[in-house]
């Protein structure tokens, strides 16, 4: 029989997709999912469902990296951001694609993350990556080459699009049976669903979301197409 | 001396305004806080900003509204969320300013939020709104009355344009001696924060908040420059 998998979406721009990925670890061992780690393009989801990051709105990025400094200090870890942010996250990104990572994947994501947002490397930089990958006795130089291919190119596309046509439209985001939860904040509620006691009503649901739109903002849709890319 | 002070800057097209409002209220007496509750134009937040709202993005929509469902279960009330939505808020958040709610302000927020949040009124139509005043055994007519009037109008804007002035760009947001804390998920933090043991380190945050943007989005900066209103 397949094992029941846990569809994982992440960006590196994105500390609470790091949190989280703190504990979907331990979490997937414990209900035994397979956990598939899928990194995309944040930018690229905000870019088609024509949203800002919390990183674009200054007095959030200073709430949020507040409640990421509380969050790691009551959580027991280090919360030092990467030196640069927002950063072109790319070269991380396509690092940790399985074709790239192979078996060291759930690793690489990991040492990634750590190096990032609790020690404050500079993530854009391929030096500071090596090291990185050099730490977990890792061919970097190898690895830095292969992420400037195509095909590598083609495939963190491609991961970003199936994600778009998922409905995928934040990081971090959890996927298990068609089900999407997305936040750093669901783990309570994916624990309940995993273990069979979903108190969700799905007809329900569709009734509430089949509910008229009574007014829709003219200024933000008129000025915020999305764009034709 | 003076009571320490908490400002709540709500909207009543959030659902997590309603749900924190449910919180928030025990919370002060239990800190012996003055709970001062701010109605805000969330879309005029989302203009000046530039961000769109969770409504506005439909797979978010979805998610957002199972959260909704699967909170308000596991806390013991029911989710059954505005007939329209989104919906024209104005005339319920004029209802909610001092000078028309008077001492009966916090009742009459809750009520709103009850009715909208866990029966599904139309939170949009007067009809409606009357209702909710009227099980409190307030003047409908009056208070509908001056709602329309230029006076109160005006407040709801002042009230607005002061929570920008001051950071607020979403809701719920909390302000504690000037300390902003923004969402639902921030009752634990809030309650540390009260109680002295705040483990954020002021200097550490700004020198973090100091470090360099290294990239940033064209496409969406390009797309959508703040509005000029």
Known sequence: MKRRQLDFYFDY????????????????????????????????LLDHWGQLGPAEVPPKKTALYKYCYRYAQLNGFDFDPPRNHPYNPLPALRLSLPSVAGDAQHPIISAIFEAGWSRGI??????DLAKVLDSLGLNS????????TDDVKNQLQQETTQAIAQGVFGVPTFIVDDELFWGNDQQEHLEIYLQGNDPLNPAKVDEMLARHRGIDRKTFVQRCKPSKN
């Open 13 to 44: 721009l994105s500390p609470y997709a790091y949190f989280s990925w703190r504990w979907v670890q331990p979490l997937c061992e414990k209900y035994g999912l397979t956990l598939n780690a899928h990194p995309v393009v944040f930018g690229k």
């Open 141 to 148: 130089t190898k690895m830095l080459r292969a992420v400037k």
């Open 122 to 127: 500079d993530l854009a930089s391929e030096e």
